[in-house]
């Protein structure tokens, strides 16, 4: 047997949708009645491998581990830990004493727990590609060498003969041999709930896209309903859910905007920890030699100051508290900066089905020969009304009534109620047609009760109808004179072209020229409102015709009707979009469905207008990226896209300098979720790979609750930047007053390296962590997003931590000086430096707390805010400050931190100076507020 399937040619390229099965059959090297040989199979599996998808690897957890020691700022501690351990070691030496160098250990047990926060973060293993595999059938039907066999779906080659039946999962890409009835749900890859109708007969153009191409089966896809046969065409990756394996694995994984900012603060610290040591060491030991051990000390204490170690520890508990929150506005956070990154958003790409729309079919207008009106309705509740229809007409009254009931019999559907909530089991847009026959006034359980269906004839593909027959004697009211009704469903083109009469009123009367020109000109104006549109007919019958008859019964139609039906948006979208466009956030609508549907939809709820550019997926594969990225400047809804398509639209934002939420619940849109800026999955119908790929799961599937999650964002971020310049601001103070303290000329370093590790992990970190619960400003949404290039130190905060910092260092260097002459002028028994030193540790400690009072606003003075609205701040002022003072007065404490007993006059010092930063910081305020009166919204964090 000759082909073009060969060792020399692994991979046969072609579109298979374009050629006729006994075309594939003879490209592949295969037979429709005998399959593969059993020889020819092992052939082919040795050539080209299984039928899996295959994982390219990742970091080991380990790796992951030894790559939080390349943070700049951990490495600095390192080497400060390094230096401050052989000092002690050396100190011991020369006094003969055991060494325990409990700075050096202190600060090994922050570097080293720092670096477990981080690999915590990082470690969670991608779990997409595994749930891929387990869309995976597990076995499959083939037919090999004339014999029908269950093979394990990895061993199926290309070119082998595979079954197709009802609740089937679809092992492999496949062109269909044969169909008969069949219909697959291919949501995984296309977006679109609705089962796909498969015709093995077709041939398809060239540019047929995935979702339209109907002689195609795919693997990961689900056989709803009838039988098929199909050849191998793609096995493993190189099949269509391969391909979006692959494309995830591709998918490199970038750091967030609060990333890339921390990076920035932690490469800035580590220089100007840098130059300043440079300066106190190079500078002092030129002055004077013998000062170069006291030197080193003072730059040790300064290296740990720059940093704030407990800055990690903060936001990670502060994003694990917005996670929290976000919960209780149904939005499950997975990856804790995603937190962050939602309040720099400045495009959310949504898809249209469940996550717009309601998901549920819903008849929006109807019209029949005299009557035309649109329905009023929530879901698949019966309860709705008509209105801008001519209600007083008996006759269009009649027909609308026939109209509805035809519906409701020509129809596979049931409506059910479970709980609270109405569903359709079966078919959506013909179940839709089930509480529009209750909104009409149809007892639709007494009709179906009574109603005695005789036979039917199914809907086909090609001839896009569906019949049914009722014993007419069965339907209520019913007024015909023949025994047998039969009602016709389908295309309203096909359905009018058999037509040959028309219902007006109780009257048949001949359907004209004319008649059809407006009929299908009525069909073209609910389309262009992206309507599903259905055409409803009927006839009588004195006896049933013959099954086979489709063709001929099919015939001599009488027309009732046209329904219109769509997937109405949700209720609260139309605010959750103009709230998006108050925020400066961009909304785009990316669907599978049709141009003119996604269209109708997005003009509807606000993201574009009417008449508005809309680009389909065949135009942007014409579309270079450069094209593409000057086309998303503009264009707002995307429509018959495909995975690929999805993932360019995502990157062109991107380029573009947007921070992206896409949102998806099928396969086809997992690797966008990977590469957008936030990942945001369908809880409710979202399949497993589409979570594991995201960073945000909806638990209501609900397009609003992405935007409240960006409120949520918005405020966790302004958070964050009100703890940094309250940790920041803090620091700079502290190295400012050491960097000094060698140059006042007391001798000895203020601060040694354990106190500064307490400052800056309990001073600081408890107040930080209160900070980070703020309740949010009413206004946040009225806001422009945070620009995406936007430094760490924007918007002032970087000359209001220099500015407390100088403060706090004016403070302390102040009450060094005192101190230092207090003691050892006044003080019996002599100079002991511990004592002066612990008066200004615990002086800037205690300045701290008073600069985490004021830092709860920029604009709002302490007295004029709520005290109850952030209890927490106040606790851990006053946990603090007793935790501050049994490092003073609990002698073991004393001990270990080399603190000295204050007398209560030291003591009220020490609170007298703290309280200097405390007021310098509220007439900030005053000040800012007389340079700002008329622009409040300016000062607002």
């Known amino acids: 047997m000759t082909s073009s399937y060969s060792p020399s040619n692994p991979k046969p390229q072609a579109v298979w949708h374009a050629l006729s099965a006994d075309e594939v059959i003879n490209r592949l090297g295969s037979d429709r009645q005998e399959g593969l040989s059993f020889a020819e199979v092992e052939r082919r599996q040795a050539a080209y ?3 899996e ?5 990742r970091r080991p957890r380990w790796q992951i581990f030894i790559d939080q020691f390349r943070n700049v700022m951990l490495i600095m501690l390192l080497v400060v830990a390094i230096v401050s351990a052989t000092l002690d070691i050396l100190e011991s030496l020369e006094e003969n004493t055991f060494p325990f160098p409990k700075d050096a250990t202190a600060i090994l047990v922050v570097v080293i727990l720092n670096a477990i926060l981080g690999y915590v973060q990082e470690s969670r293993a991608e779990e997409a590609l595994a749930a891929l595999k387990n869309m995976a059938a597990p076995k499959v039907r083939v037919l090999r060498q004339g014999k029908v066999m269950e093979i394990d779906s990895p061993e199926l080659v290309v070119g082998d003969i595979f079954f197709l039946e009802a609740g089937v999962k679809v092992a492999a890409d496949g062109r269909l041999l044969e169909a008969v009835n069949l219909q697959i749900r291919e949501a995984a890859l296309t977006g679109e709930a609705e089962a796909t109708s498969k015709d093995a007969e077709k041939v398809l153009p060239i540019d047929t896209e995935v979702g339209d191409r109907a002689n195609l089966v795919f693997a990961g896809t689900e056989v709803n309903q009838g039988r098929g046969v199909a050849v191998v065409t793609a096995i493993g990756m190189d099949t269509e859910l391969g391909k979006i394996a692959a494309a995830l694995q591709e998918v490199e994984q970038e750091p967030t905007p609060l990333q890339k900012r921390m990076t920035e603060l932690g490469n800035r610290l580590v220089w100007i920890a840098l130059v300043l040591v440079g300066i106190v060491v190079v500078g002092g030991s030129l002055y004077d030699v013998s000062l170069l051990r006291e030197l080193i000390e003072v730059s040790l204490s300064m290296a740990v100051a720059v940093v704030p170690e407990g800055l990690p520890a903060v936001i990670t508990v502060t994003l694990a508290l917005g996670t929290q929150r976000m919960v209780k506005r149904h939005a499950l956070i997975r990856r804790l900066p995603a937190v ?13 089905t469940g996550t717009l729309t309601q998901n549920k079919m819903v008849v929006q207008a109807v019209a029949t020969s005299s009557y035309c009106a649109k329905v009023s309705g929530n879901g698949y509740e019966p309860k709705g009304d008509f209105y801008n229809a001519n209600t007083d007409d008996p006759a269009a009254l009649y027909e609308r009534q026939l109209l509805l009931l035809a519906g409701a019999l020509c129809n596979d559907a049931l409506l059910k109620q479970h709980a609270a909530e109405w569903v359709i089991l079966g078919d959506p847009t013909e179940g839709s047609l089930l509480p529009l026959a209750v909104k009409g006034g ?3 359980k007494a009709l179906q009760q009574q109603a005695e269906r005789v036979a039917e004839f199914p809907f086909d593909a090609d001839r896009k109808r569906m019949s049914t027959f009722y014993r007419s004697e069965s339907i209520p009211e019913m007024p015909a004179t023949e025994p047998y009704w039969m009602i016709t469903k389908g295309s309203p083109e096909l359905t009018l072209e058999r037509c040959r009469w028309r219902q007006v009123g109780q009257d048949i009367q001949p359907l004209t020229l004319a008649d059809r020109q407006e009929i299908l000109a009525e069909n073209d104006r609910f389309a262009a409102q992206g309507l599903r549109v259905l055409g409803i007919a009927h006839r009588y019958w004195s006896e049933l015709p013959p099954a086979a008859s489709v063709e001929t019964s099919e015939q001599e139609l009488i027309w009732l009707g046209l329904v219109g039906i769509l997937d109405p948006p949700r209720p609260e979208v139309l605010e959750a979009v103009a709230t998006c466009r108050r925020a400066g956030i961009r909304p785009i609508m990316i669907t599978g469905d049709h141009q003119l549907t996604a269209q109708a939809i997005a003009s509807q709820i606000g993201i574009c207008e009417w008449g508005d550019r809309a680009l389909t997926g065949r135009e942007i594969e014409k579309l270079s990226p450069e094209e593409l990225d000057a086309a998303t400047l503009t264009v707002s809804v995307y429509a018959r896209v495909s995975p690929e398509h999805k993932l360019r639209i995502v990157q062109s934002l991107q380029r573009n300098g947007e921070i992206v939420a896409m949102t998806g619940d099928g396969v086809n849109d997992a690797p966008a979720l990977k590469q957008a800026d936030i990942g945001v999955a369908m809880g409710m119908t979202g399949t497993d790979v589409t979570k594991e790929a995201s960073d945000m799961v909806l638990l209501d599937d609900n397009f609003a609750t992405i935007v409240a999650a960006t409120e949520e964002g918005r405020v966790i971020y302004s958070n964050i930047r009100r703890f940094i310049k309250y940790i920041l601001g803090s620091n700079i103070g502290e190295v400012i007053t050491i960097a000094c303290s060698p140059l ?4 000895g370093v203020p601060l040694t390296p354990l106190q500064i590790l307490w400052m800056n992990l309990v001073t600081d970190g408890l107040p930080a962590l209160a900070l980070a619960v703020e309740p949010g400003d009413p206004d946040v949404m009225k806001r422009p997003p ?3 290039n936007e430094s760490i130190f924007g918007r002032g905060l970087g000359s209001y931590m220099i500015r407390v910092g100088l403060i706090l260092a004016i403070v302390g260097l102040s009450l060094m000086v005192w101190a230092y002459s207090y003691t050892s002028e006044h003080i019996e028994g002599g100079l002991d430096p511990r004592r ?10 205690l300045a701290q707390m008073g600069h985490a009072l004021a830092a709860r606003s920029s604009t709002r003075l302490t007295i004029e805010m709520n005290p109850t609205s952030n209890l927490f701040v106040w606790g851990s002022v006053i946990v603090t400050t007793i935790l501050q003072l049994l490092l003073i007065y609990a002698p073991p404490l004393r001990r270990f931190f080399g603190t000295y007993l204050l007398s209560e006059i030291e003591l009220a010092v020490c609170i007298g100076f703290s309280t200097l930063v405390f007021v310098w910081v509220e007439l900030e305020k005053l000040v800012l507020r007389l340079l700002h009166r008329g622009h ?4 607002r964090e």
């Open 786 to 788: 945070v620009k995406p």
């Open 936 to 939: 409040p919204l300016q000062l």
């Open 442 to 444: 149809i007892d639709l």
């Open 340 to 352: 962050e990154t939602l309040g720099s958003i400045t495009t959310i790409c949504s898809d249209k």
């Open 744 to 747: 006042l000329g007391l001798g």
């Open 836 to 845: 002066w030193t612990t008066m200004v540790f615990t002086t800037l400690c």
């Open 49 to 51: 491998g299984r039928n």
């Open 53 to 57: 998808l295959i994982d390219n690897g």
